[in-house]
């Protein structure tokens, strides 16, 4: 199955290119629907209904065609669920502890993880020893090892990777449940800096957290055989 390897932050968490979707468009006097019927593996219980407020962009909306996936860019702008899930302006990400940093990044990072794995449906417990198998420590460092050979970093992401390796290990490895678990120190150090990483762009710098996973997706698409 072939998987767009240029994802859009909206599209990113959520596993939409694996599950088919008949959009319609439901004129109304105030607003425009964007009813999405799902289909293909989930049953009328689990339909989804999406309302979108349009003001000058009606026509263009009704103009679009019927097939586009819900969520692009010619619907939805991506910046409102950044600002929804992103800590308050005035957070300064160069002001905050590398385990700070570390500890949003670990969700992000699973999160999209578990969207990328969670379709097509798999056995619960299936699902769960895929996911671990890649957000563990020494799975992360491994990622960490590629990405730095393939992505080229500026001197401050660099410094951030710096940051988490000299993170508070014992810290980090308590709040990852991980204290008695297998893994060496520096799969742990490796470990706490791609998260750090992670989570410094995703407060820092949108366009470059959307590069970032997208190459990290593509080395996942090499691991996964998905061309």
């Known amino acids: 199955m072939s998987i767009n390897t240029h994802l859009p932050f909206h599209l990113a968490f959520v596993p939409l290119e694996k ?4 959009p319609v468009l439901i004129q109304t006097s105030k607003t425009v629907q964007w009813k999405n019927l799902w289909h293909g593996h989930i049953d009328a219980n689990q339909r989804k209904y999406h309302q979108l407020e349009v003001s000058t962009t009606t026509s263009r909306l009704l103009n679009n065609k019927a097939d586009s996936h819900f969520g ?3 619907t939805i702008d991506p910046s409102g669920l950044f600002e929804l899930m992103s800590p308050v302006e005035s957070v300064k990400p160069d002001q905050m502890s590398a385990s700070a940093l570390a500890y949003l990044g670990d969700v992000v ?5 578990r969207s990328r794995y969670v379709w097509p449906e798999r ?3 299936d699902l769960q020893n895929k996911v671990v198998s890649i957000v563990r420590a020494d799975a992360q460092a491994v990622l960490l090892k590629n990405f730095v050979e393939t992505f080229p970093l500026t001197s401050l992401e660099q410094s951030v990777l710096s940051r988490g390796r000299n993170a508070n290990l014992s810290a980090r490895k308590k709040m990852k449940g991980m204290s008695n678990s297998g893994g060496g120190a520096t799969d742990f150090q490796d470990s706490t800096a791609f998260e750090a990483l992670i989570g410094y762009t995703y407060i820092n710098d949108k366009n470059r957290f ?3 996973m997208n190459a990290l ?3 996942l698409d090499k691991m996964d ?3």
């Open 217 to 219: 997706k593509r080395d």
């Open 19 to 22: 599950v088919q979707c008949n």
């Open 72 to 74: 692009s860019r010619d």
């Open 225 to 227: 055989g998905v061309d």
């Open 210 to 212: 959307v590069e970032m």
């Open 109 to 113: 990072f699973e999160l999209f993880i």
């Open 123 to 125: 056995r619960m417990s």
